[in-house]
Nanobody, 123 residues
Framework: VQLQASGGGLVQAGGSLRLSCAAS????????VSWFRQALGKEREFVAG????????YYSDSVRGRFTISRDNAKNTVYLQMDSPKPEDTAVYYC?????????????????WGQGTLVTVSS
């Protein structure tokens, strides 16, 4: 499975940005997908996850209520809508997929990583 993340860029605090993760190589609907992020000098952390068919989602406390994860299996794409971002959301964002778990938040469950996309939130 190849994952391609896109949509990063510079956004003002309080604005909005949507990241996309496009998958190719196998049936996308059989994969759980999550977003992780890594800020400069920090460890990679979980942001949001969505189950195979999108019926279940899970968010980290730091983004719950501001970010929304969704998926369109017909387009083999998962989205991360970032509303009201804060400067502390600045990081490289990675999408990741698991063929073993429908909804996951730990990087140990990841089978496929996408390349990162940089999000910079200005104050």
């Amino acid at each position: 499975v190849q994952l391609q993340a896109s949509g990063g860029g510079l956004v003002q605090a309080g604005g909005s940005l949507r990241l996309s993760c496009a998958a190719s190589g196998r049936s996308f609907s059989s994969l759980g997908v999550s977003w992780f992020r890594q800020a400069l000098g920090k460890e990679r952390e979980f942001v949001a996850g969505i189950s195979w068919k999108g019926g279940s989602t899970y968010y980290s406390d730091s983004v719950r209520g501001r970010f929304t994860i969704s998926r369109d299996n017909a387009k083999n794409t998962v989205y991360l809508q970032m509303d009201s971002p804060k400067p502390e959301d600045t990081a490289v964002y990675y999408c990741a997929a698991s063929q073993r778990y429908g909804l996951f938040y730990a990087s140990t469950y990841v089978d496929f990583w996408g390349q990162g996309t940089l999000v910079t939130v200005s104050s």
